[in-house]
Nanobody
């Protein structure tokens, strides 16, 4: 059974940083692709970044240059370093497991399992 558990969200002022983590069980993160999504109130869930088996990353334009995803294979854990945070980054952040690593970028239809999410709040 695949499980993903996020933690490390919080509240910061604009310009601050946070580093949520995603602990994965039931699959080996170095052998698959893992995305991060986020969902703001009354908005659709949107993709933030994907990291592939080979470590290649794809970022949403809105976070390029500010967010960095990494993974600690021995701990089967991913991290999302978020710098220069803006109020518009306020959302619940989710990591997920895909059914397949091929297909439309940031498609929620590819997701087999979601984490429970971690809240990030950025004040101006």
């Amino acid at each position: 059974q695949v499980q993903l558990v996020e933690s490390g969200g919080g509240s910061v002022q604009a310009g601050g940083s946070l580093r949520p983590s995603c602990v994965v069980s039931g699959l080996i993160i170095s052998r698959t692709c893992i995305p991060w999504f986020r969902q703001a109130p009354e908005q659709e869930r949107e993709g933030v970044v994907e990291i592939g088996r080979d470590g290649v990353t794809t970022y949403a334009d809105s976070v390029k240059g500010r967010f960095t995803v990494s993974r600690h294979n021995a701990q089967n854990t991913l991290y999302l370093q978020m710098n220069s945070l803006k109020p518009e980054d306020t959302a619940v952040y989710y990591c997920a497991a895909y059914w397949t690593c091929s297909g439309d970028e940031f498609s929620t239809r590819r997701v087999r399992t979601w984490g429970q999410g971690t809240q990030v709040t950025v004040s101006s």
